[in-house]
Structures are given as structure tokens and as C-alpha cells.
């Protein structure tokens, strides 16, 4: 009796604690989930006019942009906005020292003068169904893992290829729930995507890497493209026959801004979270990985600092490496000390307590969940230890920008060993790598890569004795450079072909077999090879081995878990799919006799300005507008103009240049990023530091608008003021 009444008293808790903030909701579920709280949170649309396949609907209006970031359709033309961050790669490949869109923006001032992107592409969420009956058919408790994965990849395909007879679009089939739970994504992608618009990065990547994951923040955070079809207003290559896209739907903008306690919501596409994790798993990410991931990322930042400060071409080539190195290590350092200032391994422990209890320990209450949490400590402990290998050879040595491009030329590499291949499949192939190899000299610099691969190989070989296994060819290389691993790196580069163009290309421009052996003895490639062969052979078995176990035992756990609290509504965890999250408008207190606000404005610009740091150079135009409080109809009734803003909506990697919206479903800002504070938010949510941050629609406007004179963009709108 005592046992029931704990239970029940704790699932009443579970209940009562649940925040409304809190989730990542499957779109096609929030009639039956969501839709009475988010009404009486404050939104006035109903979950049809949010998700609906028979008629347009918000979906229709939300893009997955590239492979990772989210964007929404703003015109009847085509018109999409996305964050600076998100089509950074195509704004760096478009710039040269001669046309530096990175550095000073770009603006279409007609569609003829729109830039082309090959390989990005935007992809439309046509419809979404749950098709776990038809994916488990035939799979059966008894079946090895094995065999379970065998049957329900044979159903996939077959779901999948009906899906897409005699139609263009593609299929995705997720699992949610860890595999309780199976749908089927159908997408429209398009692949004519025109660049029309961007700020300069002193606007556009204001604050920079220093205020990245931080609040207060002033960042400009968008970039425009134009998605073209072709004349049916089908997805079709690039032409320059091509036409504008016809939407289903466009959002409207408001220009009403934001009150605190204001509804609003997220419809975007979040990468990936990880909320159900028992607390080994919680542990191991906090306390063996995220150190090691920060302490190397931090090195490499460094020495790629002290060129970038020095040189402008160098700062433009190293530009999104650097931000992509940069925004994973501020990440995980938020992260960690988000989830041990709640205590989060020691909550995860708790619940686990809870849960032993819940499975019963005596014959008569023996659930089928009993072992569960033993078996998970049997499988982490030996993991940890691999893990940790893995990630310092991941960051570290295998982090080298030429050890990577060397590892690369492993196919031609094989296929010159193979009797069955033809000298002209060998030719052509290294034609290829002829191609590649302009790609990757564009933006390397030789002195960088080689003094990032001595620092690594010291941090590996010196700082991870005990933490990892120590491979063979750092003995050997010890040995043979008598401990100076400077010298060693000064070697490996001056007598590899890869830290060459000329060398490189001299190699690949008349390539025969024979030539193959001048790759087989590089000794950049020897290193690559070696350490890819060490993590496949010896530390790769050590964590697939861990992944079978996982993927047994986690599917089982999430079961168990919304069995163990069936007044619980539970979400599932991002997976790169359209989702829904919302909340409020809201500042917090990030520590002891410290709060902020819930916006940000033009005088925060004016206040960070400093000439002498590249981030916080402001745009003499920009001073200009403020200076003579030039807002047009962007500013606020009190006349300032807004910035910035946070809400509580649970996001994650993938939210980025997701549509912030208020309850009609108009267009408040796109978000760009978390406060740091809550970046632990991806393994647990905690409502009081969780915020996300958007940058205001009313300043975006007003950067298109009065900063760059591209007004034409803005009347193809639909404003509601």
C-alpha cells in the first residue's frame, strides 16, 4: 500500500511540474495534444490553420533550408528569410577580396541581379503520417536485433517507394520515441535558390563569436533568398528560363512587436536532442566528452585567431571554419555548467531511484522493466572509456584540415589496387579530385594547419595519457622525433604532397596507377590512414557494440517511462523534423542579483560600439539612422527601435532562422540562437534560464529597408501594422 501510494503521489507530481514551455510537438499531432493549452496560452489559431494537408496552411509557408537550418516563405514571390548564419556558406563562397559580400553585404535591387547557389536547396513538408503498423509489420519480440532492423528496413523502402510512384516528391521515414513510434515525412525540394539580400557582418555577425549563445545580444541574424521553379512552378534546376516561386502560403508580418507575457510560437526543423537519457548517458556528455571537445576546439580557435587578427584574407578564408569550430565549444561549455548548476546527473539518479521502485523488486512485481537501469550501467562503463578515445582522436589529430583532405583519396587510393578497375575509371576519378582540390585550397592556409596539428598531437599524446588509448603511430612518432612534436608536424607537412596545390595537382593532372603509390607513402596519408584504421578496428567495435545494447535497451526505457507517468504528455525527441514549440515572452535571472530584460535595442549597438574590435564595429550608415532616429515605421510607440528579443520556446541546432510567431500566426522575429544559460536545454529544459533568441522582424525590416534602400523587398510583403 505504501508502494502505491509513493507512485501515485509522484506521478501527480510529474503531472503538476510539467511546463507548458517545454517540447518539441509533432505538427500533426496538436489537435489531440496541444492545441487547448496553446489557446489558452494565448494563441487564436486552431491546430488545422497550423498543420493541414486538403488546404494551405502555416506548414506551407516553412522551408527546411539547406541540411540544417530553417527559413519561411514572406512573399507571394518566393521570398524567404533565413538568419545571416544559415546562408553563411553561400554569402563566403559568393565573396572575393574584389566583392566582399561577407564583410559588406549584398543587395539584389531586382530579381535579374540574384545570385544563384549551387547545391542548396529548400525543401517544403507536404505531408506527414504515422506509419508504425506498417513499419513493425512482421516484427516480432523474439527476433535478434538484427533481424528487427532487417525487416523494418524492408518496410521503409517499400512505404517509401509507394509513397513517391509516379510523383516528384521525396520520402523520409523518423522514428520518435526511440522507435515506438515511426512516421512518414513527405517533401517538395527545390534546388533554384537566389541569394537577394544580406547585411554586412558587422550587422549581420554583430558580437561575433563573443557574443555568441549570449543575452543581451543585437545581432542582425537574417539573410534573404528567392526560391525559383520552373515554369509549371515545379522544382527544376537552375535556369535562367526560371520563375519565382507560388507559394501555398506566405506568413504576414506584424509590426505590433512584443509585450512580456505575449503567446508566441516556433515552427521550424531542431536537430537533435537527447531528453530521455538515462543519467550515465547525462553524466558521460557533461563530464568525459563535452571537457574534452572544448579544451582541443579551444586550442584551435586560438592559433586561428592569432592569424585571422593579423590578416583580412586570412580572417575571410577561416571565417565559417572558425564560426563552426566556435559555435559547438561555447555550446557544450553552457551545456555542462547549465546541467550541473541544476544538478542534472543528480535529478536523472533521483528519477532512476523513482523508477526502480515503479518496476517492482520481488517476484510477484517483477516487471518487464526490472533490469533496465543495471543493465544501462553495465553497458556506459565500459563505453565511457571509448568514448573518450573517440572524441580526443575526433578533435584532435582527425580534427587537421589536411589529414582530413588527405583521408579523402582513399577511394582512389582503393580503386587503383583493384584488377577489375580500368585505367580510364582511374583517370576519371582523379579528374574529380582535380576539382575538389581548387575547393580546398580556396580557403587553406598551410601555416595554420600545420601548427594546429603539432598543438593537437601534443594535447593527444601528452594530456590524454589515461583518458585514452595511445595508438601505435604515436609511439612510433615519438620515437622517432625523440618526443619534439613541433618538428614532427614541420616534417609530416613539408614532405606530404596535401599541404601543396601545385605539388597536388601536379600529381592528379596526368594520374596513372603506378602514381598511386606517391599517395599510399604520403606521410599525411599514413597518418590518416593509421588512425582510421585504429578507430576502425580497435575503437569502433567498442562503441557499435555499445550502440546494439543502447538501441535495445532505450526503446524500451522511453516505453517505460510514459508508461510509469501516463498523465505526462511527452514529446519526442528532435530529429530533424518539423516541429512546434511555445511559450511566452519573458526575461529571467541568469545568477545571484543579476536579471534581464525580454529586448534588446539600437542603443545596446551604440553602447558595445569599439572601432578597435572587428566585432563590435558598427556600420556608419547605421550610426548615421541613429543618430537622426531615422526608424521610419520600425521603431516602437516610444520611438526606439528594437533589436532582439527572448521567449521561453524550447529550441535547439536546426530552430535556426525558425519563424517566431504571436497567437494570429504572423511573423514576430527569426530566431537565432539560446542564451547560454540554457543551452542544456537539448538534454534537459529548465523553464527558469531555458530562453530562446530572436531577432525582432522590425529591425530586419528596418536593416532592408532604410539601411539598405532595398524597399522593393519589403512592399513585396504582407505588413500588418
Known amino acids: 500500500m505504501t508502494r502505491i501510494f509513493f507512485v501515485s503521489f509522484f506521478l501527480l507530481l510529474s503531472t503538476l511540474n510539467l511546463h507548458a514551455e517545454e517540447g518539441m510537438w509533432i505538427p500533426l499531432l496538436l489537435e489531440q495534444k496541444n492545441q487547448t493549452d496553446m489557446q489558452s496560452m494565448g494563441l487564436k489559431l486552431t491546430a488545422a490553420d497550423i498543420y493541414n494537408v486538403n488546404q494551405s496552411s502555416l506548414k506551407d509557408a516553412i522551408v527546411l533550408f539547406g541540411g540544417g537550418c530553417t527559413g519561411e516563405v514572406v512573399s507571394d514571390q518566393g521570398l524567404i528569410l533565413t538568419n545571416h548564419h544559415c546562408g553563411f556558406g553561400q554569402i563566403q563562397a559568393r565573396s572575393t577580396i574584389e566583392h566582399d559580400y561577407l564583410t559588406d553585404g549584398f543587395w539584389a535591387m531586382n530579381q535579374s541581379e540574384e545570385l544563384p547557389n549551387p547545391g542548396l536547396t529548400v525543401s517544403f513538408l507536404v505531408s506527414m503520417s504515422d506509419v508504425t503498423s506498417e513499419v513493425l509489420q512482421g516484427v516480432t519480440p523474439q527476433m535478434s536485433m538484427n533481424e528487427r532492423y532487417k525487416k523494418i528496413r524492408s518496410n521503409t523502402s517499400v512505404i517509401k517507394r509507394k509513397a513517391t510512384e509516379g510523383n516528384h516528391y521525396e520520402a523520409q521515414i523518423r522514428p520518435f520515441y526511440y522507435g515506438n513510434e515511426y512516421y512518414l515525412m513527405i517533401y517538395e525540394i527545390f534546388t533554384d535558390i537566389r541569394l537577394v539580400g544580406t547585411p554586412p557582418s558587422n550587422i549581420g555577425k554583430f558580437g561575433g563569436d563573443t557574443d555568441n549563445w549570449i543575452w543581451p545580444r543585437h545581432t542582425g541574424d537574417f539573410s534573404i533568398f528567392r526560391i525559383y521553379a520552373g515554369t509549371d512552378n515545379k522544382p527544376a534546376p537552375y535556369s535562367k528560363d526560371n520563375i519565382p516561386f507560388k507559394p501555398r502560403r506566405h506568413l504576414s508580418i506584424s509590426l505590433k512587436g512584443i509585450q512580456p507575457g505575449d503567446f508566441t510560437f516556433v515552427y521550424g526543423f531542431p536537430g537533435r536532442t537527447e531528453e530521455y537519457l538515462p543519467a550515465q548517458g547525462v553524466d558521460l556528455a557533461v563530464n568525459i566528452v563535452n571537457p574534452i571537445r572544448i579544451a582541443l576546439r579551444e586550442i584551435r580557435l586560438g592559433i586561428i585567431n592569432s592569424y585571422s587578427e593579423k590578416n583580412d584574407t586570412i580572417r575571410l578564408r577561416y571565417a565559417a571554419k572558425h564560426a563552426g569550430i566556435a559555435n559547438g565549444w561555447k555550446k557544450w561549455i553552457g551545456e555542462s555548467r547549465g546541467i550541473k548548476r541544476i544538478k542534472g546527473v543528480e535529478i536523472k539518479k533521483e528519477f532512476e531511484t523513482r523508477f526502480a521502485n515503479w518496476t517492482g523488486v520481488d517476484e510477484v512485481e517483477q516487471s518487464p522493466y526490472a533490469g533496465l537501469l543495471a543493465a544501462f550501467d553495465e553497458a556506459y562503463t565500459p563505453y565511457k572509456h571509448w568514448k573518450a578515445t573517440e572524441t580526443w582522436l575526433n578533435e584532435s589529430v582527425l580534427s587537421v584540415e589536411a589529414i582530413r583532405f588527405a583521408r579523402s583519396f582513399a577511394p582512389l587510393v582503393d580503386l587503383c589496387a583493384s584488377k577489375d578497375s580500368s585505367d580510364q575509371s582511374i583517370k576519371t576519378l582523379a579528374q574529380k579530385y582535380t576539382r575538389s582540390t581548387d575547393g580546398f585550397y580556396k580557403n587553406y592556409e598551410v601555416q595554420i594547419d600545420r601548427e594546429i596539428l603539432a598543438a593537437m598531437l601534443e594535447m593527444y599524446i601528452v ?259
Open 463 to 721: 594530456k590524454a595519457a589515461g583518458e585514452a588509448e595511445q595508438p601505435t603511430v604515436f609511439t612510433n612518432l615519438i620515437k622517432k622525433y625523440k618526443g619534439n612534436l613541433k618538428i614532427a608536424a614541420d616534417d609530416l607537412f613539408r614532405k606530404s604532397v596535401f599541404t601543396s596545390k601545385n605539388r597536388l595537382s601536379g600529381l592528379l593532372g596526368n594520374f596513372h596507377r603506378k602514381d598511386v603509390k606517391k599517395i599510399e607513402n604520403d606521410p599525411l596519408y599514413q597518418l590518416a590512414f593509421q588512425l582510421t584504421d585504429y578507430n576502425k578496428q580497435i575503437v569502433n567495435p567498442h562503441i557499435v557494440e555499445f550502440d546494439r545494447k543502447f538501441d535495445s535497451l532505450m526503446p524500451l526505457y522511453m516505453k517505460a517511462q510514459m508508461e510509469m507517468q501516463p498523465g505526462k504528455k511527452f514529446f519526442p525527441d528532435a530529429n530533424s523534423t518539423l516541429r512546434i514549440s511555445y511559450g511566452k515572452v519573458n526575461g529571467y535571472v541568469p545568477e545571484d542579483g543579476a536579471s534581464y530584460n525580454y529586448y534588446t535595442t539600437l542603443n545596446g549597438i551604440m553602447e558595445k560600439e569599439n572601432p578597435e574590435v572587428y566585432d563590435y564595429v558598427v556600420e556608419p550608415k547605421l550610426k548615421s539612422l541613429y543618430n537622426s532616429k531615422d526608424y521610419g515605421r520600425y521603431a516602437d510607440a516610444s520611438g526606439e527601435m528594437h533589436t532582439c528579443f527572448i521567449a521561453t520556446n524550447h529550441t535547439t541546432g536546426g530552430n535556426s532562422g525558425s519563424p517566431v510567431m504571436n497567437g494570429e500566426g504572423q511573423l514576430l522575429g527569426l530566431n537565432f540562437d539560446r542564451c547560454w544559460e540554457g543551452t542544456m536545454s537539448d538534454l534537459m529544459y529548465d523553464p527558469d534560464k531555458c530562453r530562446n533568441i530572436s531577432l525582432d522582424i522590425r529591425y530586419c525590416l528596418f536593416i532592408i529597408d532604410k539601411f539598405a534602400g532595398a524597399g522593393h523587398l519589403v512592399k513585396e510583403m504582407t505588413i500588418i501594422e
